[in-house]
């Protein structure tokens, strides 16, 4: 087995916000799956958390729970695309603090 140049992409997003996001992710040329542009899959659910008295929240209050409908997006990513990546994350997603984790794939 060797390495690969492709790396797996994993990040939640209110469902507001998806359709923009994703969008902006393909427009810039990631996801892209051999004559494929704009590839991802999208898995709906509720994201919960608690903002504390330091936050900015973009939805609910401060010390109280909160539940938000959201998306997990997942996508491929050449390595050397993951610094546009994060700045098309940082310009297109609502959240202060972004779920986003990114898993290194395998040629097999």
């Known amino acids: 087995m060797s390495g690969s140049n492709k790396v797996k992409v994993w990040l939640t997003c209110p469902e507001t916000h998806s359709e923009k996001l994703r969008m902006a992710i393909g427009d810039a040329g990631i ?3 051999g004559n494929y542009s704009h590839c991802s899959f999208v898995t709906k659910g509720k994201g919960y958390f608690k903002p504390n008295n330091k936050a900015d929240p973009h939805s609910g209050q401060k010390g109280k729970l909160e539940e938000v409908d959201e998306v997990v997006i997942e996508f ?6 993951i610094p ?3 700045q098309i994350v940082e310009d297109n997603h609502p959240y202060e603090e972004v779920a986003l984790d990114i898993f290194p794939l395998l040629n097999i």
């Open 31 to 33: 996801g892209q799956i």
């Open 76 to 81: 491929v990513c050449e390595k050397e695309q």
């Open 84 to 86: 546009l990546l994060k």
